[in-house]
C-alpha cells in the first residue's frame, strides 16, 4: 500500500488507532464495503477489517483483541449483522487468533500464487 494511498485512507477516516498515552499501539483500516476483496457479500450486511498491524512491542498485550472489539461494536451500531475479515491462509498465529475472537473460516480463496483465509462473524444474535 503506497504512502499516498494510506494518506488519504488516513484523511477519509478509515483508519483506527490504539494508543498508549503518545504511543501508538496498533492500527486498523475499517470499512463499510469491498468490492474488490468480497464482491460477493451483499451490500449494506456487514463491516471489514483490513490492515490490522500492531507493533511488536504491543504483541501479545490485548491490542488486537481491542481492535477487533471496536471494529465488532461499530458493525453492531451500524445496524450491520456482519464483520469480515481475511488474512494469508499460512498465517496459523493469526487465524488462531480470530478464530479465538469468534470468527468462523468462511472460505478459502486462492489468488495467483496466494491463499487468502477469509473469516466472518455474527455482530447479531
Not at 477519509?12 to 469491498?34: K, P
Not at 453492531?76 to 469468534?102: M, S
Request: proline share 5%; charged share 30%.
Amino acid at each position: 500500500m503506497g504512502h499516498e494511498r494510506v494518506a488519504r485512507d488516513a484523511h477519509a477516516g478509515l483508519f483506527f488507532i490504539a494508543r498508549a498515552g503518545e504511543e501508538v499501539a496498533g492500527v486498523m483500516r475499517f470499512e463499510l464495503d469491498d468490492p474488490y476483496f468480497s464482491p460477493e457479500v451483499e451490500p449494506g450486511t456487514s463491516g471489514f477489517i483490513h490492515k490490522l498491524a500492531v507493533p511488536r512491542v504491543w504483541a501479545k498485550k490485548g491490542v488486537s483483541t481491542d481492535r477487533l472489539s471496536f471494529a465488532r461494536a461499530r458493525t453492531q451500531a451500524l445496524g450491520r449483522p456482519f464483520l469480515q475479515l481475511d488474512c494469508v491462509a499460512d498465517r496459523l498465529g493469526l487465524r488462531n487468533l480470530y478464530e479465538d475472537f469468534g470468527f468462523s473460516l468462511h472460505r478459502v480463496v486462492q489468488r495467483g500464487p496466494r491463499s487468502s483465509a477469509r473469516y466472518e462473524l455474527r455482530t447479531t444474535r
